[in-house]
T-cell receptor, first 114, second 112 residues
Framework: KAGVTQTPRYLIKTRGQQVTLSCSPI?????VSWYQQTPGQGLQFLFE???????NKGNFPGRFSGRQFSNSRSEMNVSTLELGDSALYLC?????????????FGPGTRLTVL | GQNIDQPTEMTATEGAIVQINCTYQ??????LFWYQQHAGEAPTFLSY????GLEEKGRFSSFLSRSKGYSYLLLKELQMKDSASYLC?????????????FGTGTRLTVIP
């Protein structure tokens, strides 16, 4: 069974631009959670999608948004990029709700904002 | 909110035993996870505790004390490949849904 895949793996953008990241969960998994990982803050929860609905949201500004498609694939969008948005963005999939089940992480997208 | 603390870095010798501690203060606590993350790779699940006590899985064991807000991950017979970051994550219920909240991780270096 294929694992969680994320595209692109690396991305360089400039301040003010917007970016869209993609995550394909393990086949059969219905939940996708997104995290931001930085050296100083560790892994921080962004949001979770389950059956195309945002089920949970962390404490990030509205510039961070996401969606989930009927095949459970998910996208995350960040608008008006800031230097501080440079981070590794990880998605994790699980069978049921991410908080109730073991999560399987993808390799991440390394975003650099210049 | 959630406050999760773990040491930033630790060093141990190959073949030895190391204990990585994690303390937390959280409302709606509903379980604690440990993940391993090698540099440049995704975190992988190691263990899960929801009741007090010790859970053993091969060379790795995890302990939880809910009353003390404390957990540790014990790694025995250390191998060089155990050099990685170890993430403590607390599951907490917020508005009826469970979320995972991660500590900043402990970077373990195993030396010969």
């Amino acid at each position: 069974k294929a694992g969680v895949t994320q595209t692109p793996r690396y991305l360089i953008k400039t301040r003010g631009q917007q970016v869209t990241l993609s995550c394909s969960p393990i086949s059969g998994h219905r939940s996708v959670s997104w995290y931001q990982q930085t050296p100083g803050q560790g892994l921080q929860f962004l949001f979770e999608y389950f059956s195309e609905t945002q089920r949970n949201k962390g404490n990030f500004p509205g510039r961070f948004s996401g969606r989930q498609f009927s095949n459970s694939r998910s996208e995350m969008n960040v608008s008006t990029l800031e230097l501080g948005d440079s981070a590794l963005y990880l998605c994790a999939s699980s069978l049921g709700s991410g908080g109730d089940n073991e999560q399987f992480f993808g390799p991440g997208t390394r975003l650099t904002v210049l | 909110g959630q406050n999760i603390d773990q040491p930033t870095e630790m060093t141990a010798t190959e073949g030895a035993i190391v204990q990585i501690n994690c303390t937390y203060q959280t409302s709606g606590f509903n379980g604690l996870f440990w993940y391993q993350q090698h540099a440049g790779e995704a975190p992988t699940f190691l263990s899960y505790n929801v009741l007090d006590g010790l859970e053993e899985k091969g060379r790795f064991s995890s302990f939880l004390s809910r009353s003390k807000g404390y957990s540790y991950l014990l790694l025995k017979e250390l191998q060089m490949k155990d050099s990685a970051s170890y993430l403590c994550a607390v599951r907490a219920s917020k508005t009826g849904a469970n979320n995972l909240f991660f500590g900043t991780g402990t970077r373990l270096t195993v030396i010969p």
